[in-house]
Every structure is written in C-alpha cells, then in structure tokens.
C-alpha cells in the first residue's frame, strides 16, 4: 500500500527529486480522495485542514467577488499542489475554492501531518520553498495583467498563450475567458469583435482562429 | 453537418423557462418534453446569445483557440 502510493507520489513534480525515505515518510499519512466534475475539493475562508497534491485530472482555482463574479486564479493538473499557503499560517483558512473541472484524484496531507513532516526531512522543506516561488512568481503576473494592461491587453496575452495548433485540448466559453481575465462576459465579445474587425482574428464558428501574430503581440503590450 | 459545432445544453440545470426558444435569432431552438434542443442546426449561427441569456447558466457555447495561416 505504501509502496503504490510512493510510486503515485513520485509522479507528482513536488516530491519528485526527494529520497526515497522522504517518500515513504508522506506516503504513511497521505490519503487518497476522488472527486468528479464540478465537484468542490476546498471552499474559500473555511478552515484549512490539509494540503492538497493532484495525481490524475485537473481543477481550477478561484475566488468569487462579491457581486458573485469569479476570478480564476490558476488551473492546476498532475503533479501540482493547492492549499499550501493557509497551511502555515496561525488558524489559516482556505485562500480561495477550489473545484474539479475533470475526473480528479489527489492525495491530502493534514496540517498537523505536514508541520511534522518539514520538520523531519529539509530536503521537503525545500522542495516546498520552491512551490512558494514558482507560485509567487504567478500571482505577480496576474497583479501585473490586471493592474496594468487593458481587458484588450489581456485578451490579446491569453489567446497567444492558448492558440493550439495540433490536437486541440481543450475549449473555453466567454465567460470562462472573462473570469481568467478579470473581467465579465461582454467585454470579452466586445473586444473579440473588435479584433475580428482589425483582421487580428476570424470568429469562425466554435474557433476563435488566430490570424496575425505580431497584431496580438502589439495588443498584448497595451 | 460532420464537426458542426452547436451550442450544449444541460438539461439537468435547465429550468425550462423557454428564453432560449423565444429569443433565438434564426428560431433554431424549440422545447421539446425534455427540454430545449436544437431542433434546425442548419440555423443556428453559433451566435452564443442563448449563453447570454440562460438565467441558469445551462447553455454554454464553447470555443477552440487556433492558429490560422499565420501560424503561433
């Protein structure tokens, strides 16, 4: 039993490069929770009870505004970590909801557990020091995107980052790419008409086909 | 018809209000005992306002992102 989950848990990108003892030492407390679509794994200012670790599916993070709109924070998948902010703060509640967009298997560390275990092995303590950075890294993006750039800015910077050009992973409604972008719904078809209107795109049906890069690039700037 | 992309209707959170079928631009929707479906694909434009105005949130109308000529 220990073993499979070590094997589980060497997949997931945090505990990747740890020793073996590390792993054997979260593979005795880590357990093992299965959620479905739109199921909700952590609710926003609740207690925080345990740290979260994905081993199969995908989630999307985020916070509602009072007026009831969302701002996605982050979409998380395999082998990426939630909930570890509030984890290490005095009486920490949960930064933000947390729901399952597919079928989602992960692996929960309670605090109590978790505390101890960063104690124990330093190699883990590191390890989770660099999530800390990665993550910090992210949310300044996000400040920078939502204090400085225009929704045109914005849109422009995330259908560059989500063009595909093979097999197309996934689709997005407006109004999921109005809640990344901080923003609600009509602006987003708004300003997909405009740039439609500048030759930038070609609403094509269900695809929002990508027509000139260095247009995009030039908008993403604003 | 192959890959015509319609907009998807969840039954289970439709409450049945009929927007959808009063204000469909091109009429291509109609309630049926279940609930709205797309009864004349041929019309419909993928123009997403019956995303807009479901009161429950039940018709999503979703996009892929693509490169075109120009390439990423």
């Given at each position: 039993m220990v073993e499979s989950t070590v094997q589980a848990l060497r997949r997931i990108s945090l505990f990747a490069d740890l020793s073996d003892d590390a792993l054997i030492r979260i593979a005795r407390v880590a357990r093992s929770q299965t959620y479905v679509p739109g199921e909700v794994i952590t609710i926003r200012g609740e207690p925080c009870r345990a740290a979260y670790f994905i081993a199969e599916g995908q989630v999307r993070v985020y916070r509602l505004s009072p007026g009831g709109r969302e701002q996605v924070l982050v979409q998380l998948g395999p082998g990426q970590a939630f909930?570890?902010?509030?984890?290490?703060?005095?009486h920490g509640a949960n930064h933000a909801t947390v729901e399952a967009l597919t079928p989602v298997t992960l692996y929960a560390i309670t605090c109590k557990d978790l505390h101890r275990l960063v104690g124990e092995c330093p190699e883990l303590a590191l390890a989770l020091l660099r999530d800390f950075a990665s993550r910090l890294d992210h949310l300044t993006n996000l400040v920078e995107d939502l204090s400085l750039r225009t929704v045109r800015g914005r849109l422009a910077r995330f259908l560059l980052e989500h063009g595909e050009t093979n097999a197309i992973t996934r689709r997005w409604t407006q109004e999921e790419i109005a809640a990344h972008l901080g923003t609600v719904r009509d602006m987003v078809g708004r300003t997909l008409r405009a740039f439609a209107d500048a030759g930038l795109v070609r609403m094509d049906r269900q695809r929002i086909v990508l027509l000139d890069r260095e247009g995009l690039e030039a908008e993403a700037q604003r | 018809m192959e890959g015509w992309a319609l907009p998807e209707i969840n039954l289970q959170q439709c409450?049945?209000?009929?927007a959808c079928v009063e204000q469909c631009p091109t009429g291509a929707v109609e309630m049926g005992p279940e609930g709205p479906f797309i009864a004349r694909p041929s019309d419909?434009?993928?123009?997403?306002l019956c995303e807009t105005l479901c009161p429950q949130g039940a018709i999503t109308c979703p996009y892929e992102i693509v490169w075109g000529t120009d390439g990423p």
């Open positions: 909930n570890m902010v509030p984890l290490f703060k005095p | 409450n049945q209000c009929g419909c434009t993928y123009c997403a």
